[in-house]
């Protein structure tokens, strides 16, 4: 199917976190998300998606 471009869901971002964190290495997440590696080499600096003013909750 090959690699899909767009914005990543929030699912992306989670398993991203929690692959990350159990040691695996960024061209492996890419591989298992079939994502560009250079898109799961910015995640950790972006982080997942989170309003700086709560009144904006709703759009999350």
């Known amino acids: 199917m090959g690699i899909r471009y ?3 869901s929030l699912e992306e971002r989670l398993a991203i976190s ?14 298992t998300l079939r994502q560009a590696p250079s898109t799961i080499s ?9 309003p700086a003013d ?7």
């Open 42 to 50: 910015r995640q950790p600096r972006v982080g997942p998606q989170q």
């Open 6 to 8: 767009g914005q990543l």
């Open 18 to 31: 929690d692959l990350h964190g159990g040691g695996r290495s960024i061209r492996s997440i890419a591989a």
């Open 54 to 60: 709560q009144s904006l909750a709703w759009r999350v």
